[in-house]
């Protein structure tokens, strides 16, 4: 059976603190394609491996505009060129009665916006990722902080790279195969 190709390296950490530092010492050493695998949130580690910004709240707004307009257009269309009936001597085009399906519209776009969003940004669903390859890795969801340099990386070299997570004092240094 031939080998695969190597995805990254996989360090594993006790506890959060231990991986937030090493992330922040990967950054400084240059690693910009890490990754870091926690059984819960842990309080800057998103910064420490390099999230910053994300083009989720543009298209959350963008989504909201498109179902408020949605909204309005729908109502101005069935009451002013569909069927138009004067009651009451009011307008066609009566914008105050639209308010309410207006701003439903507007939340549900952009609520299906952030959700779609979200999971597409995300990479989500996701039933498969090279980590899972690594036994070990079963623990990122009970008690163990893994992270990851990836083989993409520019500055990534297999020896060096191998004694730079090793030098963090991690409890193991795992090759991770695509």
């Not at 709240?57 to 257009?73: A, D, E, I, Q, R």
């Not at 009651?87 to 207006?102: A, R």
């Not at 939340?107 to 597409?120: D, F, P």
């Amino acid at each position: 059976m031939a080998k695969r190709a190597l995805y990254g390296l996989l360090a594993e950490f006790e506890t959060p603190h231990e991986i937030v530092a090493a992330a922040n010492r990967a950054r400084e050493a240059g690693y910009r394609r890490i990754d870091g695998f926690s059984p819960f949130p842990v309080e800057g580690l998103a910064e420490a491996v390099g999230y910053r910004w994300t083009i989720l709240p543009t298209l959350v707004f963008f989504g909201g505009l498109g179902g408020g307009l949605t909204g309005f257009g729908m109502c101005w269309y069935a009451n002013v060129l569909s069927f138009p009936l004067n009651i009451g001597g009011k307008p066609w085009n009566s914008w105050p009665m639209w308010i309410p399906i207006t701003f439903e519209l507007t939340i549900l776009g952009a609520a299906l916006t952030t959700v779609l969003g979200m999971m597409a940004l995300s990479g989500l669903p996701t039933p498969y990722h090279p980590t899972f390859n690594v036994e070990r890795f079963a623990l990122a969801s009970t008690d163990r902080f893994f992270l990851v340099i990836k083989a993409r990386d520019k500055k990534f070299d297999l020896p060096q790279t191998k004694a730079f997570l090793q030098s963090l004092n991690p409890y193991g240094v795992y090759e991770v195969e695509d």
